[in-house]
Structure formats: C-alpha cells, structure tokens
C-alpha cells in the first residue's frame, strides 16, 4: 500500500517562499519518478513538475520555472517542492503522485501517476 503525505502548505504573501514536503510508505519509493501537481478553485488540475527517481531529471511547467525546485531525498523517501517569488496566481491545493511505471523521464500527464496524496492548501496573498 503506498501512501503520501503532502505537508508545507500555508498563507504567505506575494513574493514569499514556502517548501512544500511528500513522504511516502511503502515500497520502491526510490524507483518511481514523482510529480507534483496544482488545483485552483474552479479550475481542473495541472502539471507543476516532476523528478526521475534518480533526481537527475526534472521538468517544470513554463509558469514556475526559475522560481520552483523540486528535488528530493532517497533515503528519507521524502520529494520536496521548494517555492520562492510567490504569485497570487500560485493559490492553488497542491498534490504529490508517485508515477505509475518504473519509466525513466519524469511525465506530465495524470494519467501517468497511480498514487496521490491528500493536497496541502497554498494560499499567496497579493
């Protein structure tokens, strides 16, 4: 059974920064690429980036790039999501997901992630 826990999540104002935290149980955790995604009200769900389980490949999508890291610790079985230069429009729930096959380069689609954790709230006020 594998479970992730997104923690980090909170209030900041624009222009601030906040590190966003999955741990994962169960197995495997270093052989999965992992993802994180972002859901506004209203909104449907998307992409933010994601990480090969090897921590040498990552992806961004275009609006947080140079300004969002993602990296993460093996042998905490933990991927993290460091947020600087804040924007309101970076209000969103945000999700962690483990990737569904032992693929090497880290996807952008859903559809590519099996397993997703509750969402922790980030909310960045102007």
């Known amino acids: 059974q594998v479970q992730l826990v997104e923690s980090g999540g909170g209030l900041v104002q624009a222009g601030g920064s906040l590190r966003l935290s999955c741990a994962a149980s169960?197995?495997?955790?270093?052989?999965?690429?992992m993802g994180w995604f972002r859901q506004a009200p209203g909104k449907e769900r998307e992409f933010v980036a994601a990480?090969?389980?090897?921590?040498?490949?990552?992806d961004y999508t275009e609006s947080v790039k140079g300004r969002f890291t993602i990296y993460r610790d093996n042998a905490k079985d933990t991927v993290y999501l460091q947020m600087n230069s804040l924007k309101p429009e970076d209000t969103a729930v945000y999700y962690c997901?483990?990737?569904?096959?032992?693929?090497?380069?880290?996807?952008?689609?859903?559809?590519?992630?099996?397993?997703w954790g509750q969402g922790t709230q980030v909310t960045v006020s102007s």
């Open positions: 169960g197995r495997s955790f270093s052989m999965y690429s």
């Open positions: 997901a483990r990737q569904r096959g032992l693929v090497a380069t880290p996807r952008r689609s859903e559809y590519e992630y099996a397993y």
């Open positions: 990480i090969s389980w090897s921590g040498d490949n990552t």
